[in-house]
């Protein structure tokens, strides 16, 4: 309710003649909206923001339509990687890659701007943004995600989804057809993550791992997450009715490891630079509301459960 709420904020201060009312309600509302928790194939225009990145005509990354110029991807997805520009284009509007797609249309990019952050893996700033030559025209299939304030903070447990044709397993690459997957991964706090990252690391504790600009989501046990070709695309969780670009999938350690969540740049740390760039976006107050007593219940009752145990093992060592 406190979501829906802040979105009613939301459109009264766009009425009062302020910009961009239009995108403001268009932005993050897919027209499908039915999909299947446990599945793995993404139902035709579920997230008709997402960008299938190529170069020579193949998928190399993700990315999120933003405006009808812009698109979000990771700067990996070109740092570094000596391939030029005018090799890339944004495909939009596609679900199985393998065949032609009526609603699909591809782009070549006018300009691509790389986070100055961004050197090597791990580094903070992991975001890129490419302006299309060929505007956009919204359909069904192509919509823009809605951009979240600098202040908007997605708690932990939050049910997020992420969505791409990368790799379905460490160098399994999707088979034919190459039907758009999703997945829903949890978010994990900054600290609990650089915990995980810690966990079979050399790194010593006292170095981050998930720096400020990152947030993580998955699972401690691994087994979903996003995987290599995924990069660069969508973390989108919902409030409201709306959904809204909370990451930026961005690197791992391996895919779907234990103790090696999915890390995703943080896209709130980038509001000013993305609106430097791209001064028609705008960015919507969301408020999330934090996962439901009952988890942390579950988890108090398993500790007293296993607490007497814990004292007994204890009793036992003497
Ligand atoms: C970058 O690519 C060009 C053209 O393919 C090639 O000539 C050059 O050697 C490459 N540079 C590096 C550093 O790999
Ligand atoms: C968008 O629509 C205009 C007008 O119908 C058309 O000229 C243009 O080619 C369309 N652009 C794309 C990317 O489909
Ligand atoms: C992914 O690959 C790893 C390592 O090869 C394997 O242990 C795991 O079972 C695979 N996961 C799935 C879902 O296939």
């Not at 630079?273 to 009952?294: A, L, M």
């Amino acid at each position: 309710m406190a979501a829906f709420h802040s979105m009613a904020a939301v459109f009264l201060y766009l009425g009062l003649g302020h910009l961009a009312l239009a995108s403001a309600q268009v932005c993050g509302m897919p027209s499908v909206s039915d999909r299947i928790v446990n599945g793995q194939d993404a139902v035709e225009g579920a997230w008709p923001w997402q960008v299938s990145l190529q170069v020579d005509n193949k998928h190399i990354c993700g990315g999120s339509v933003i405006t009808e110029n812009w698109i979000v991807s990771a700067a990996h997805c070109y740092y570094g990687l000596n391939i030029s520009q005018s090799r890339y284009t944004a495909c939009v509007g596609e679900y199985q890659l393998t065949y032609g797609n009526p609603n699909a249309v591809c782009s070549t990019i006018q300009t691509l701007i790389l986070h100055p952050s961004y050197t090597a893996t791990g580094d903070p700033g992991d975001i890129m943004l490419m302006e299309l030559s060929t505007p956009l025209n919204f359909t069904n299939y192509i919509m823009p995600i809605c951009l979240p304030s600098p202040f908007v903070q997605v708690p932990s447990g939050t049910q997020c989804w992420t969505s791409g044709w990368g790799h379905i397993n460490s160098s399994v690459p999707l088979s034919d057809p190459k039907t758009l997957q999703q997945v829903m991964v949890p978010i994990i706090d900054r600290s609990t993550c650089d915990a995980m990252y810690h966990i079979g690391s050399t790194v010593p504790a006292s170095t981050q791992i998930i720096l400020s600009d990152m947030i993580c989501a998955g699972y401690q046990a691994g087994g979903k997450d996003s995987c290599q070709g995924d990069s660069g695309g969508p973390l989108v969780c919902k409030a409201g009715d709306s959904w809204f670009l909370a990451g930026v999938v961005s690197w791992g350690d391996g895919c779907a490891q234990a103790y090696r969540p999915g890390v995703y740049t943080l896209v709130t740390a980038y509001n000013s630079w993305i609106k430097t760039w791209v001064p028609d976006v705008t960015f919507q107050p969301y408020i999330i509301s934090p996962i439901p007593s009952s988890n942390i219940k579950i988890t108090m009752s398993a500790f007293s459960f296993f607490l007497p145990f814990l004292l007994l093992l204890c009793l036992n060592a003497f």
